[in-house]
């Protein structure tokens, strides 16, 4: 998800003609995105990728984590992205739909090292690159839990 993305959901109905002057007639497409004009999506740019994304432990004795990120203009949501593999590859999607500018984790396996980046979403079609990679937090079974 390092790109920029736009989505757009395309329907096609394939039709059988009987006669070649009806099957050259209905050869002529036009595509039209309802609700818009070609000028509102371009200016409707897709946002920035979050910045300032931290990942802190709730507290020395929680093995929960906070992600945190400045807000990105027009953004209407957010994708939490977590990785225990590195701070490079091995993402996948924590928590969608975030509405705030920090989120939570659910309590995490002791032993793992734990990653995050941040997508920025302008309603359901523009949608960021993800951001840069917080620290890794080590998540343990002893005092300090997280650290």
């Known amino acids: 998800?390092?790109?920029?993305?736009?989505?757009?959901?395309?329907?096609?109905?394939?039709?059988?003609?009987?006669?070649?002057?009806?099957?050259?007639?209905?050869?002529?497409?036009?595509?039209?995105?309802?609700?818009?004009?070609?000028?509102?999506?371009?200016?409707?740019?897709?946002?920035?990728?979050?910045?300032?994304?931290?990942?802190?432990?709730?507290?020395?004795?929680?093995?929960?984590?906070?992600?945190a990120w400045t807000a990105v203009t027009r953004a209407t949501s957010y994708t939490v992205f977590q990785s225990t593999t590195s701070a490079s590859s091995g993402f996948s999607v924590a928590a969608s739909g975030v509405t705030a500018t920090t989120w939570t984790s659910v309590t995490l396996t002791s032993g793992r090292t734990y990653w995050y980046q941040v997508s920025a979403s302008v309603g359901s079609n523009w949608v960021s690159p993800n951001s840069a990679s917080t620290t890794g937090r080590q998540i343990r079974s002893s005092v300090p839990n997280c650290s």
């Not at 002529?28 to 994304?53: F, K, L, M, N, Y």
């Open 1 to 67: 998800m390092g790109k920029l993305q736009r989505r757009l959901t395309v329907f096609v109905v394939v039709l059988a003609f009987s006669s070649p002057a009806l099957a050259h007639a209905a050869s002529t497409w036009q595509i039209r995105i309802a609700g818009t004009s070609a000028a509102a999506a371009r200016s409707a740019a897709a946002p920035t990728a979050p910045t300032g994304v931290t990942g802190t432990c709730v507290s020395s004795v929680s093995q929960k984590v906070t992600v």
